[in-house]
């Protein structure tokens, strides 16, 4: 699991400059979303919510991302009700929507 996590930071690092933000923010957004969703899979869900926060806070800089933020939205509250913590997931679930 460890190394899944540093892989994916590897390739943050890699992609993670204002040329690739300005010119091409979908390759971050797919880095980020595929780490999220494999560490879903693997049952590591706060290590997911931390991704999942992380790109939620790059579509807010990009701006209009309205559509494929809402998709991360509801991937947290996904995470959050595998958790047991309903309350916090059905915040995430209304910001879906």
Known sequence: MKTIVKLF???????????????MPILLYSVLKTQGDIL?????????????????????AWGNMTSLKMKIYEQISVCYQMCDK??????????AL
Do not use: G, H, W
Request: glycine fraction near 0%; hydrophobic fraction near 35%; include cysteine.
């Open 9 to 23: 930071e590897n390739f943050i690092k890699r992609f993670n400059s204002p040329a690739v933000q300005n010119k």
């Open 40 to 60: 879903v899979e693997i049952r590591q869900f706060d290590l997911a919510i931390k991704a999942y926060k992380t790109l939620k806070d790059y579509c807010d």
């Open 86 to 95: 309903y309350s916090v997931s059905m915040t995430y679930m209304k910001k």
